[in-house]
């Protein structure tokens, strides 16, 4: 069973990176599959942020791709989010989730974990 | 980019079956995934590729997909259903290729 477990700072500062990483546990993050970051503003909906391969290959939301950076590391079966020059408006919970390459939803996710942007 | 629109609420008595819609232009040619997800909680799928569930989600959930309209079928509805759901596309044609709907919260009276 695959597990997934998002950690990181929850309270950002305005103008600042927002950092998170999701550990894998019970399958390799360099399998077949893409792994996701997914956020959800309080009492919104649910935003895709973008996705990597394990070959370090990506795909972002044109709306925040200049903003944001996601990377693998193999060696301790993560991946990581950074997003920068944050507002209140990235306030959120993030999750990270996985999409198996064939398919094109997101069979498993992490718990999320709330980011708050405030000084 | 791709909007896929859903209403905001649906009713429904326990034992009686809720339909929640998800519309898009021509998302009949699309697979739609919906989730469930609890207040405090991470989604969950419950139906994917249109009408096929995971293992482990009850048979009382289905899913359909046609022209302009997805739709989640819950039949027998029990309490525990009650949730937000969200139905869910890839959009081969955008740059911004997975799009969640606008969600839909399941009240059982």
């Known amino acids: 069973q695959v597990q997934l477990q998002e950690s990181g700072p929850g309270l950002v500062k305005p103008s600042g990176t927002l950092s998170l990483t999701c550990a894998v546990s019970?399958?390799?993050?360099?399998?077949?599959?893409?792994w996701s970051w997914i956020r959800q503003p309080p009492g919104k909906g649910l935003e895709w942020i973008g996705e990597?391969?394990?070959?370090?290959?990506?795909n972002y939301n044109p709306s925040l791709k200049s903003r944001v950076t996601i990377s693998v590391d193999k060696s301790k079966n993560q991946f990581s989010l950074k997003l920068s020059s944050v507002t209140a408006a990235d306030t959120a919970v993030y999750y990270c989730?996985?999409?198996?390459?064939?398919?094109?939803?997101?069979?498993?996710w992490g718990q999320g974990t709330l980011v708050t942007v405030s000084s | 980019s791709y909007v896929l629109t859903q209403p905001p609420s649906v009713s429904v008595a326990p034992g009686q079956t809720a339909r929640i819609t998800c519309g898009g232009n021509?998302?009949?040619?699309?697979?739609v995934h919906w989730y469930q997800q609890k207040p405090g909680q991470a989604p969950v799928l419950v139906v994917y590729?249109?009408?096929d569930r995971p293992s482990g989600i009850p048979e009382r959930f289905s899913g359909s997909n046609s022209g302009n309209t997805a739709t989640l079928t819950i039949s027998r509805v029990e309490a525990g259903d009650e949730a937000d759901y969200y139905c869910?596309?890839?959009?081969?044609?955008?740059?911004?290729?997975?799009?969640f709907g606008t969600g839909t919260k399941v009240t059982v009276l």
């Open positions: 989730a996985r999409r198996v390459a064939v398919a094109s939803n997101f069979d498993y």
């Open positions: 019970g399958g390799s993050i360099s399998s077949s599959n893409w």
């Open positions: 990597i391969y394990h070959s370090g290959s990506t």
């Open positions: 021509n998302i009949g040619s699309k697979s």
């Open positions: 590729d249109d009408s």
């Open positions: 869910q596309v890839w959009d081969s044609s955008s740059d911004h290729p997975y799009v």
